[in-house]
């Protein structure tokens, strides 16, 4: 019996997510970094399993193999072994611009430093996704609102990046990862660059995005007050799923 299932069954908690529907699972995962002659492996066979609407935290030291992991499993980046399937679809099977299209479709990406194209207003960048996949003008910018009511900037919606607090910015990001309906959404050190305090307001609207709409969310982490606000943390050391537990969760 692999390790998770062993904590799935020790754990009722962890079980009962673990019996709903998968939306990422992987196995045996490897990867490793070619530098010149020095070869150095990322990840070394690592086994993991997120359900719809999990909200998840993958923690662990520097060059544990967090980031690389979010990349393999998104697609960003290609596994060199193992097996990746995203809700059931595998992504060895698909051709890089099966991927690319796949990713615009169905997942979502926030990351630490924004990428907000500066001479766009926050409603034009995060339109733009759409309108790149085809979607009408129209449809888009209707869209694109709604998605910043979603994360309660729409009253910025003509500002741009420079016009915006950090706070404001990681909001538009936000807004842009759920522009296009995503399956699940990944967030790679989301509060890295803010302040306590908006840090924790960030992280509101992640967790009330989870559970009114059961978005599921992976996040990669070196916060624990990050960790803490998710249903479970995966801890990662030296390309390999150290621990995984359920968090126990509190008011905020």
């Known amino acids: ?25 992987a196995t045996g995962v490897h990867k490793v970094y070619h530098t010149g002659q020095v070869s150095v492996p990322a990840l070394r066979g690592v086994d993991l399993s997120v359900c719809r609407g999990e909200m998840v935290a993958i923690m662990g030291p520097s060059g544990s193999g967090k980031t690389t992991l979010l990349n393999c499993l998104s697609g960003l980046d290609i596994a060199d072994q193992g097996q990746i399937a995203i809700e059931g679809v595998s992504l060895s099977e698909m051709s ?3 991927r690319t299209a796949y990713r615009a479709r169905r997942m979502g990406f ?15 960048n995060v339109e733009l996704p759409l309108l790149v996949s085809g979607v009408p003008l129209g449809e888009a910018r209707e869209r694109a609102l709604d998605s910043l009511a979603q994360v309660g900037l729409v009253q910025r919606a003509n500002h741009r990046p420079a016009e915006l607090s950090g706070g404001e910015r990681q909001r538009t990001t936000i807004a842009r990862a759920l522009v296009n309906r995503p399956a699940l959404v990944w967030a790679d050190e989301p509060t890295g660059d803010l302040d306590s305090e908006t840090a924790n307001e960030i992280m509101d609207v992640l967790v009330e995005l989870n559970q009114e709409q059961r978005l599921t969310f992976i996040l990669v982490t070196h916060d624990r007050a990050v960790g803490a606000r998710c249903e ?10 150290e621990e995984e537990q359920p968090v126990k969760l509190q008011e905020h």
Request: hydrophobic content about 40%; overall charge neutral.
């Open 96 to 98: 890089d611009k099966e």
């Open 232 to 241: 479970r943390i995966i801890r990662m050391r030296d390309g390999l799923v």
């Open 1 to 25: 019996m692999s390790s998770n299932n062993r904590q799935a069954t020790d754990n009722p908690t962890l079980g009962k997510s673990l019996n709903n529907e998968l939306v990422v699972q």
């Open 110 to 124: 926030v990351f630490q430093f924004y990428n907000l194209l500066p001479v766009l207003s926050a409603v034009e």
